[in-house]
C-alpha cells in the first residue's frame, strides 16, 4: 500500500536537507578560516622570533672581545632582539621576551599573539606563540666546514 501525501508536504525533505547542509558547510568555512589564520599567524611569529633571536646573538661585548672571551652585551642583545622581533612580527614589544642564557653566549627570542576566532571550537581566542634561539658565533668556524 502506497502513502499519500498532500500538497504542503512536498518538498519538505529537499528544504531540510538544503537548510542542514547550508549551516554545516558555514560550520566547515569558519572552521578552515580559523586554522588558516592561526598557521598565518604561526609563520608571521615564526619570522620575528628568527630575526629577534639573530639580531640578539650579534649583539657582542666589544670589550670582553677584545680580551678575548666570546659573549653578548646582554642589555644590548635583549633590547635588540626584542625591538626587531616586534617589529618583525607586527606584534607589541610586550608580545615579546628575549632571555640572554647565564654564558651569554645565546638568545631565546619567544613571540606570542592572542588571536581572534570566528568558531568557538577552541574557545573565543587562541594564543600562538614561537620561539627561535641564536648563538654568539663571531670568529668562530663550525665543526665540518672549513
Known amino acids: 500500500m ?3 501525501y498532500s500538497s504542503t508536504q512536498e518538498g519538505q525533505v529537499a ?3 538544503a537548510l542542514v547542509f547550508a549551516l554545516v558547510l558555514v560550520g566547515l568555512v569558519a572552521l578552515v578560516g580559523d586554522l588558516l ?3 598565518a599567524t604561526g609563520g608571521r611569529l615564526d619570522n620575528g622570533a628568527l630575526v629577534g633571536a639573530q639580531a640578539g646573538a650579534s649583539q657582542v661585548d ?3 672581545l677584545r680580551a678575548g672571551d666570546v659573549v653578548l652585551d646582554a642589555s644590548r642583545a635583549s633590547s635588540t632582539c626584542v625591538t ?3 617589529g618583525t612580527a607586527n606584534v607589541a614589544p610586550a608580545d615579546v621576551s628575549c ?3 647565564a654564558e651569554q653566549k645565546s638568545v631565546t627570542a619567544t613571540v606570542r599573539e592572542t ?5 568557538s571550537t577552541f574557545g573565543p581566542t587562541f594564543t600562538v606563540s614561537r620561539s627561535h634561539t641564536g648563538t654568539v658565533g663571531v670568529g668562530q668556524s663550525q665543526a665540518g666546514q672549513d
Not at 588571536?115 to 568558531?119: E, G
Open 2 to 4: 502506497r502513502a499519500t
Open 62 to 64: 666589544v670589550e670582553r
Open 84 to 86: 626587531a622581533a616586534a
Open 99 to 101: 632571555e640572554v642564557d
Open 37 to 39: 589564520q592561526v598557521y
Open 115 to 119: 588571536i581572534p576566532l570566528v568558531m
Open 15 to 17: 528544504a531540510m536537507f
